[in-house]
């Protein structure tokens, strides 16, 4: 028996991801075609023993979510169900919230793996499982870590570990100073054993919150712990519990190499993330990838996804590392090259797209051209990560990939270039280097 837990955050995460969260829970959003969440399930789906996800989260069960589960329980043909946490729990809380639900069914010796629902990535969750197996006892937890430069290290969760037995002697979450190149990825493994240390975290964190905060508990105080901004069933899993497991040997790192892996914050993160799936279903599954036909299609260059209902004009040329959503339209002499095209947009005749994201419904006028900067990692740097920098930078917008939200209209014959245009808008005129409320 094997179970998997995805953390799927809160409306209010995801900040640097906006406008494009506005619409749908960032981890619903499309990259490569399929959602951020769907590219997770089906890493776990690969594990043959795996009988059930738990998406845990602080979304209101919407429409959108209801479906996504319903379509991800029949492809992969396993049970998936969201679990809704009353407040911000915290990464460890809504484990421990959720507890007897996680628990149920799971022998002493079974695993599950709890994982980030921002990351994206080619997850080895079937060798870190084996290497579980091998290698930690039934007390003690594995975590996937990477590699990143020293500079960016310090951005996430750092492990200093011992080469010979994989012991983390050492976690610091994100430190001021540098601690190791190693970085947790946001994906563990963990046995049932992890709730008791969860639960001596969370009777020390009520002693804490009691002894910090002299204000009546009673219900007609005028604070509550929400007007706090935190819930006291809050649990970081990094502070609180990973920090505390370092040189025990309860918990073990397996380092993932080379393969691809990257943590969604903001949309520069999409793009990159975007061609790395291309990449992987270049060499997993070459049929999702769109197949240039010399008689009639476009032009292809590199990996590019299309969806089967978009309707694309054979002297459009589209690639590398493109993915055009549902029911899009793609007009003649159209160019788009790094850049996702959403659901039902319309890229009017000879426009240009390049290293940007346009959002579901929106429309790009003939001969407009919309740009945005590359901010891919740095290729002279081994393990650099790409920088996840939010919009401004000394007060100014930092030039990034240009995102068009929802039912954007864009007229012809215009350029907008490294800009941000909120949902709704109807551009006037060319536009560079803004935000365009
Ligand atoms: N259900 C739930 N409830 N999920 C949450 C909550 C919560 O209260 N808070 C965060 N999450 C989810 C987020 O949606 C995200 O998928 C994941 O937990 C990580 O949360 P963040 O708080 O955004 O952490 P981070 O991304 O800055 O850092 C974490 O991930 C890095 C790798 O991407 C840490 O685990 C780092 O150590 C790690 O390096
Ligand atoms: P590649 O040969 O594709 O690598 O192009 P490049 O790197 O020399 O040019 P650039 O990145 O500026 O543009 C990418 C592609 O878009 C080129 O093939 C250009 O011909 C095409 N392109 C540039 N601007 C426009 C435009 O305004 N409209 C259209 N339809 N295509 C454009």
């Not at 996800?53 to 602080?58: A, R, S, T, W």
């Not at 190499?257 to 291309?278: D, E, M, Q």
């Not at 939010?390 to 907008?416: A, C, M, R, Y």
Request: net charge neutral; glycine share 8%.
């Amino acid at each position: 028996m094997l179970k998997a837990i995805i953390l799927i955050g809160s409306p209010q995460k995801g900040t640097r991801f906006r406008p494009l969260s506005l619409e749908i829970p960032k981890p619903l959003f499309p990259i490569a075609g399929h959602p951020i969440l769907y590219h997770l399930i089906e890493s776990c789906a690969q594990l043959r023993e795996l009988r059930e996800i738990l998406l845990i989260g602080c979304y209101q069960p919407n429409e959108a979510l209801s479906r996504f589960i319903a379509n991800a329980q029949q492809t992969f043909n396993t049970s998936i169900r969201y679990l809704q946490e009353y407040a911000s729990l915290g990464t460890g809380g809504g484990i421990y919230h959720f507890r007897d639900l996680i628990k149920s069914n799971l022998s002493d010796k079974d695993v599950f793996f709890v994982i980030n629902g921002d990351i994206c990535a080619d997850l080895p969750l079937v060798e870190m499982l084996q290497f579980h197996r091998e290698n930690v006892g039934e007390k003690g937890f594995t975590i996937l870590g990477t590699e990143a430069t020293e500079r960016q290290s310090t951005n996430y969760g750092c492990i200093a570990w011992d080469k010979q037995t994989n012991e983390v002697k050492h976690y610091v979450e994100k430190p001021s100073t540098f601690v190791s190149t190693t970085i947790n990825c946001g994906v563990y493994v963990f046995t049932k054993f992890i709730f008791q240390i969860l639960s001596e975290t969370y009777r020390n964190n009520q002693q804490l919150y009691n002894e910090s905060i002299p204000i009546s508990h009673d219900s007609s105080s005028a604070f509550t712990n929400y007007d706090l901004g935190f819930s006291r069933e809050n649990i970081r899993l990094e502070k609180d519990v990973l920090s505390k497991l370092g040189g025990t040997g309860q918990l073990y790192v397996f380092p993932m190499g080379n393969k691809f892996w990257t943590s969604i914050k903001n949309p520069s993160s999409v793009i990159y993330a975007n061609r790395h799936y291309l990449e992987l279903y270049r060499m997993y599954h070459p049929e999702r990838l769109y197949k240039q036909n010399d008689s009639k299609g476009p032009t292809i260059i590199g990996d590019v996804f299309i969806h089967p209902t978009a309707c694309v004009a054979p002297s459009a040329v589209l690639g590398p590392n493109v993915s055009i959503g549902q029911d899009v339209t793609i007009g003649y002499g159209v160019r788009v090259r790094e850049s996702i095209i959403l659901g039902s947009c319309v890229l009017q005749d000879h426009c240009c797209v390049l290293y940007s994201i346009i959002a579901w419904n929106s429309t790009v006028g003939p001969w407009s051209r919309v740009e945005g900067t590359p901010n891919d990692p740095d290729p002279n740097k081994q393990f650099s990560k790409i920088e996840q920098d939010s919009l401004f930078q000394d007060g100014k917008l930092h030039p990034s990939i240009t995102v068009i939200g929802n039912n954007v209209s864009i007229p012809g014959e215009v350029v907008v270039l490294n800009a941000v245009v909120l949902p709704h808008k109807e551009i006037g005129s060319s536009s560079k280097n803004q935000i365009i409320l």
